[in-house]
């Protein structure tokens, strides 16, 4: 069995895998509006991936292959969750909503983890949680605009987004057994280059060659994406998995946006309107809150 992380250290990859990924989303929510969906998920997994296999060679590490074998269902339900299905829907999200929402809207991980738990594990979910829970759906009409009854584009992403959410949460009970045995770095980088190999087919089947080469600015919003998040962020969100209960880790992703909204404002010229801003109030609130509850 692999050293385990001690809890202060998996606590502080926790929160910075956090404000890698909001900060991605920021560049992946402008990349994806210029590059076709299947495009998008090959190069980001492949480069993801070759590069953290480089980063894993000049360390001199070797992947251990046979032991990620051990856990062929834990493997595949991460690949399915994270990397294929929770993947497509993620960016084909980002290709209709705003990334300064995506950041808030992303973060209602921790109510996904807690519903899996009680679905699939038999978990009690204690009525103050269900309450929270419906505080924080409402925050979250009130930040994509406060109006469902008639959808525009952008609310239609914000739907798509919280169903990849929900997807992408149910991968945290199969990484935490996952990481407790196996490297999260070498894992991760296997599972990356074998999804980027499953779109990359997809990608040549449905984009002209002057696609390849033209769209030079989503190129780089990009790669900027791939090596905050692929390369940086995951690695230490798996590696947080190790010493961290999933509802912990999911819920300090909250701190995330208290970075990367700031930057949408310098940078990308996003802002969230008045009510917008009340709403993502409301969201990080309550996963705050729930963290509270959950540790007690």
């Not at 992947?63 to 399915?80: A, C, Q, V």
């Not at 993947?87 to 209709?96: D, E, K, P, S, Y």
């Not at 074998?194 to 990009?222: C, D, K, Q, R, Y």
């Amino acid at each position: 069995m692999l050293k385990q992380t001690t809890r202060s250290k998996a606590l502080f990859y926790a929160i910075l895998s956090t404000c890698f990924s909001s900060t991605a989303i920021l560049f992946q929510s402008l990349a994806a509006k210029e590059l076709s969906l299947f495009q998008i998920l090959a190069v980001v997994n492949i480069l993801g991936g070759l590069t953290s296999y480089a980063i894993i060679i000049i360390k001199g590490e070797k992947i251990n292959y046979r032991g990620m074998l051990d856990h062929k269902f834990e493997l595949l339900m991460i690949l399915f969750c994270r990397f294929l299905t929770g993947g497509v829907l993620f960016w084909m999200a980002m290709r209709l909503t705003v990334g300064v929402k995506a950041i808030f809207f992303t973060k209602a991980e921790p109510y996904f983890v807690l519903l899996w738990g009680c679905f699939l594990d038999g978990a009690t979910v204690p009525a103050k949680h269900l309450l929270l829970l419906l505080v924080h759906f409402v925050g979250a009409v009130f930040l994509s605009g406060g109006d469902f009854a008639q959808l525009g584009t952008t609310q239609v992403g914000d739907l798509i987004l919280v169903l990849a959410v929900s997807i992408l949460a149910l991968s945290y009970r199969y990484a935490g057994k996952l990481g407790k045995n196996t490297s999260s770095f070498h894992y991760s980088t296997v599972l990356q280059l074998v999804a980027g190999a499953i779109f990359l087919p997809f990608a040549f089947l449905t984009t002209s060659s002057i696609e390849w080469i033209g769209h030079g600015s989503a190129w780089l919003n990009l790669f900027a994406s791939i090596i905050l998040w692929n390369i940086l962020g995951l690695p230490l969100w798996f590696s947080s998995l190790k010493s961290l209960e999933g509802w912990l880790v999911s819920a300090l992703r909250a701190v995330g946006p208290l970075v990367a909204t700031p930057i949408a404002f310098l940078f990308f010229d996003q802002t969230l309107t008045l009510m917008q801003g009340f709403g993502a109030f409301v969201v990080l609130a309550t996963s705050f809150w729930l963290a509270r509850e959950k540790n007690h």
